[in-house]
């Protein structure tokens, strides 16, 4: 059970310590997603991988013809927020906001209803008791937003992992989740299959790790193979480190990675699974 996941976001989205002011940056920044996005889809077509990607609204709106393009190779579009700002940062009605108008920018250029929803960073904590009821009452099904791991700057649980899709019943509604699976390593656990970690690690530690897994949720950003990209004024030395290291050759593990797994989107994979047979959480029990 492969699953390989994009944020369409840009190489300036990135959550820092001003993480919550990403939407200025639009008009300070060069984009760059017009040159890297039609690498990657032409790659994932080469393969004939189906993917899901999880579109920023803001960047969706400036360029509509990615996204009908990525439509067009039969990928699945995702809400991925409006102005990419972490969910814990806001208030309820300040998600919801953000979350509507991100969900009406995709409908609006896709034509179609969008189910699926990942938090920015991750970053869904005990911060946001109210998240998944916000999903649900704007028709939100499915989510990509949970990490088992304390080592985010905006997100995460301290629970005992669940490396596997599960229910959450939430007032007896439900929402489908998709967790980004972690790995324990020198007694910490970290992310390997997406991001910088993916970039970090030898690629046989990301394959054997891959292959000893029953579930993995791939996840991508087209900055992890952005070659030359400018450093962000203000970005600290441990900053520097995650968010820049092992790119020149982050493209070519990608590759790898696709010829060396079968992956699928959520929407494909969701056909084949039995819900009856996944478990089911209260969402309390996040809480």
Not at 2 to 26: C, P, Q
Not at 111 to 117: A, M, S
Request: net charge positive; charged share 25%; proline share 4%.
């Amino acid at each position: 059970m492969k699953l390989i996941s994009f944020d369409v976001e840009e190489w300036f989205h990135i959550l820092n310590k001003n993480g919550n002011h990403t939407r200025k940056l639009m008009d300070l920044y060069p984009s760059k997603l017009e040159n890297e996005i039609p690498k990657i889809l032409d790659t994932l077509e080469m393969q004939k991988v189906k993917c899901t990607f999880f579109c920023v609204g803001s960047v969706a709106k400036k360029f509509p013809r990615i996204i009908k393009r990525i439509q067009k190779d039969g990928h699945q579009i995702g809400s991925h927020s409006y102005y990419h700002e972490p969910v814990s940062c806001q208030t309820q009605s300040e998600f919801a906001a953000d979350l509507r108008l991100s969900i009406d920018c995709l409908e609006q250029i896709t034509g179609e209803k969008v189910h699926c929803y990942r938090a920015p960073g991750f970053s869904v904590s005990t911060l946001t008791p109210w998240f998944f009821e916000t999903l649900i009452e704007n028709g939100i099904d499915t989510d990509s937003s949970i990490v088992f791991s304390s080592n985010l700057k905006y997100g995460g649980f301290k629970k005992e992992a669940i490396n596997e899709p599960f229910l959450i019943d939430v007032n007896g509604a439900f929402i489908k989740e998709y967790p980004i699976p972690t790995k324990r390593f020198f007694h910490k656990k970290f992310i390997y299959s997406g991001g910088g970690y993916f970039r970090f690690f030898p690629y046989q530690f990301v394959k054997k790790w891959t292959i000893g897994k029953n579930y993995v949720m791939a996840y991508f950003h087209y900055r992890d193979f952005y070659i030359n990209q400018p450093i962000l004024p203000g970005t600290s030395a441990i900053d520097k480190f995650y968010i820049y290291y092992g790119i020149t050759s982050a493209f070519s593990k990608f590759k790898n990675y696709l010829e060396d797994f079968a992956f699928t989107n959520i929407s494909d994979f969701d056909k084949k699974i039995n819900w009856n047979n996944q478990r089911t959480i209260n969402f309390q029990a996040f809480l």
